[in-house]
């Protein structure tokens, strides 16, 4: 099987830290393709970035979509993700949505801890859109700034597993989840020094496009992921234009 890994930012530090996560979750035979955003922000941390990012992953996808069994988006808010799931016919895994289905699956409730305050409200509001409100134990976001992002793990590790302890012991979490794609890998270094089981995005969301593919699910001809009809576009780019319409590239 061959799954797409989409990073709709601009760091390919951030895009190696998730490949290197992703190739030790694989499943021998699995083969792996990364892209990194080629315009947008490095980081994306509010929902204005979120809507630049959804619409460069949806570019992404049109562009590389028929050469894969499964896509992921990379980003742990989900950009673009419902968008991806109505355009085009494979399985489309979000990254956030598959660690917290997964972490639904180890424990009653689970805790969010991640690196920017700025990155609380768009999180939150990912949470909803997956109707994982009652199943959230709490967000917890660190205050301050740091060095770079794509060493902010490195940087923050004590911090953040302080988090994640006062997540369990404070909001009775049964599971935590180190989010943001730059947290991508922090899960296996620091799971021995957190008291419930600790989710890897990255990890999560391979092992559910793994899942998916070999489900061997229809695309839908009905309800609210079925392919829109199609409609005539004004200054996308072709691929994009072309799923849209209904046209061959």
């Not at 419930?196 to 009905?222: G, H, S, Y």
């Amino acid at each position: 099987m061959r799954i797409l890994v989409l990073n709709p930012n601009t760091s390919e530090d951030i895009t190696a830290r998730l490949m290197s996560v992703a190739e030790q979750a694989a499943a021998p035979g699995t083969e792996l393709h990364a892209l990194t955003a080629s315009r947008g922000v490095p980081y994306i941390a509010t929902r204005a970035e979120a809507q630049i990012g959804g619409a460069i992953a949806l570019e992404m996808l049109a562009e590389h979509h028929a050469d894969y069994d499964a896509a992921i988006i990379a980003a742990f808010g989900d950009p673009g993700l419902m968008g991806a799931r109505e355009l085009f016919d494979l399985p489309v895994v979000g990254m956030a949505e598959a660690a917290m289905l997964s972490a639904c699956m180890l424990g009653r409730r689970f805790a969010i801890v991640t690196f920017a305050r700025a990155l609380g409200p768009w999180y939150e509001e990912c949470v909803d859109m997956h109707g994982l409100r009652g199943r959230l134990a709490g967000i917890r976001m660190l205050n301050g700034a740091f060095t770079s992002v794509s060493d902010v793990q490195e940087e923050k590790e004590a911090l953040l597993i302080e988090l994640a302890n006062r997540a369990v012991e404070e909001d009775e979490a049964d599971a935590v989840i180190l989010a943001g794609a730059p947290l991508a890998g922090l899960a296996a270094r620091v799971r021995d020094r957190i008291p419930v089981p600790v989710v890897d995005q990255m990890a999560a969301a391979i092992k559910q496009a793994e899942a998916l593919v070999a489900l061997q699910p229809r695309k839908a001809t009905a309800g609210t992921f079925r392919r829109p009809d199609a409609k005539s576009t004004i200054g996308l780019p072709n691929a994009l234009a072309a799923r849209i319409e209904h046209r061959r590239t």
